[in-house]
């Protein structure tokens, strides 16, 4: 697409033909509306790992996670889906931005339903929020097909496919509370999964990749910036209860540690080059589900393991532990697995992580799992960086 032609389909017009951006675009960055977008999705990644914090520090283990990982895939589909619908269709006219503000509206119902999904196992105003969400969405590709004539296929396959979904999410809400509802809910989220790629099977779609590398970076930084915010919330209740003990001294000091390296591993390398072929992208898209809910899930981990120093939770030292050491490990495993390449990586880096990571789910034995953790963290970016540099002069 020239830039003549870039330009007209970007005028603040009251409406536009929705033709596909450029996916060699230079220079291409985030909009203010993606950027408002993902600023109001911080309203239900806060609710998730707030609620998150409260059910683990009661010792609610397994209902926390289940209903954790169901309201974030939720938030995180959502997200997914339009980021990837305006990399390749973002006109920017009247219509475009008011469906994107029904979208935002979905994410606030879903918001306002956390609290309830997580102390009675109601997802009834989650599921509201995550339709009016995608509903949008298929309204926006239904118009994608009349625009884009050569793309209509696969742009028809998505609506129908994100359709489908959602009238199976509201028929199970009666079944709520029975066996059947997991088993279904777990069902649908995979045809959820599915149905880009049977989408793009049909006629692939204008990504732009360097695009799609900043708007995922972009999301790991807020979701990164709500740990340290769960962090600062600590600091403030260790101030005021005035206990500062070495305990709660090495738990903040630990945090701070995690963070800094969660955010250096993430962007210590380049990723669009691993988005290379179809297959490889949709492997490093849905992976981020991992990276996003284990770095949010951090901070509500840290938070735990505050409450349970200052004897606030209900959860014994392993248990307050874990709940750091294993969003922590799956953060890092997964960033490795999604960013490893066997072909250039060195081979003593290609375990290093792996070990690393067994050490890290083993700090909840001793009486720091935070602060061992960071501490482990440090360890392994600085063993990293030393080899780049040695590998750099080598070269």
């Excluded at 017009?13 to 985030?30: D, G, K, T």
């Excluded at 993902?38 to 609610?60: C, N, P, R, T």
């Excluded at 339709?131 to 625009?147: G, H, K, P, T």
């Excluded at 081979?347 to 083993?362: D, G």
Aim: glycine share 8%; hydrophobic share 55%; net charge neutral.
């Amino acid at each position: 697409m020239s830039e003549h032609s870039h330009e007209t389909n970007r005028a603040p017009n009251w409406i536009v033909l929705m033709r596909p951006r450029s996916p060699n675009e230079a220079h291409r960055a985030s909009t203010p509306l993606e950027l408002f977008f993902d600023l109001v999705f911080v309203v239900a990644i806060a609710q998730a790992g707030y609620a998150l914090h409260h059910s683990l520090a009661e010792g609610h283990i397994l209902q926390a996670v289940i209903s954790y990982f169901a309201v974030f895939f939720a938030i995180w589909w959502g997200w997914m889906n339009f980021t990837w619908f305006a990399s390749a269709y973002d006109c920017g006219d009247v219509p475009y931005r008011l469906a994107v503000f029904v979208q935002l509206t979905g994410a606030l119902i879903v918001a306002a339903g956390v609290q309830r999904a997580f102390e009675h196992g109601d997802y009834t105003i989650v599921v509201v929020g995550y339709v009016v969400m995608r509903l949008s969405l298929v309204a926006l590709y239904i118009r994608a097909a009349r625009s884009d004539p050569p793309r209509r296929a696969g742009s028809i396959r998505y609506a129908v496919g994100v359709t489908a979904c959602q009238a199976g999410w509201i028929m199970i809400l009666p079944f709520q509370g029975t066996w059947f509802h997991p088993l279904v809910f777990v069902a649908l989220g995979i045809i959820e999964l599915l149905v880009p790629i049977w989408g793009e099977r049909a006629t692939e779609h204008t990504f732009h990749m360097g695009h799609i590398a900043e708007r995922y970076g972009l999301f790991t930084i807020i979701v990164l910036g709500e740990s340290v915010l769960s962090t600062s919330f600590g600091i403030q209740s260790t101030m005021e209860a005035g206990e500062f003990s070495a305990d709660l001294i090495g738990i903040l000091a630990g945090g701070l540690l995690i963070l800094f390296s969660m955010w250096w591993f993430y962007f210590d390398s380049p990723m669009t080059h691993l988005l290379t072929s179809m297959k490889k992208v949709f492997s490093w898209g849905y992976g981020h589900l991992f990276v996003f809910a284990s770095a949010a899930a951090v901070g509500a981990g840290l938070a735990v393991e505050i409450d349970h120093a200052l004897h606030h939770a209900e959860i014994g030292n392993f248990a307050s532990g874990s709940t750091v050491a294993v969003p922590v490990s799956i953060y890092i495993i997964v960033l490795w697995a999604l960013h490893v390449q066997p072909q250039t990586t060195p081979r003593f880096q290609m375990v290093l992580v792996p070990i690393m990571t067994i050490l890290i789910l083993l700090t909840p034995f001793t009486n720091q799992a935070a602060l061992w953790t960071g501490i482990l963290l440090v360890t392994l970016l600085v063993i990293k960086l030393v080899s780049k540099h040695r590998e750099s002069v080598r070269g």
